[in-house]
């Protein structure tokens, strides 16, 4: 299967990943890939904690996904965060 690919600078071929979901359940709401996304994709949203959560009888703040079709694939989002909780796809063409 084919993938979009971009260019590195150096002309090197690239293909982004691009971030497909969130394991909420995962998800600490601590804001470092709000902060490194270039792309306005990501906001905090409040989460009704599961009976799987340690605190079943309370709200929790995580990061969700909003504008989906923003992202670049550029992954900064995986690597800031500290619990692993984002997928990520490349795109096939």
Not at 10 to 24: E, M, Q, S
Not at 50 to 63: F, N
């Amino acid at each position: 299967m084919a993938f979009m690919t971009g260019k590195t600078r150096a002309g090197g071929d690239w293909v982004p990943d691009f971030v497909t979901a969130i394991n909420k359940a995962l998800c600490i709401g601590c804001g470092r890939c709000f902060k490194a996304c270039p792309r306005d994709v990501l906001t905090l949203v409040e989460h009704q904690m599961t009976e799987d959560d340690e605190d079943c009888d309370s709200l929790a703040m995580v990061m969700d996904i909003v504008n989906e079709g923003d992202c670049i694939g550029c992954g900064s989002c995986s690597r800031v965060c500290p619990k692993n909780c984002y997928s990520h796809a490349p795109l096939p063409v």
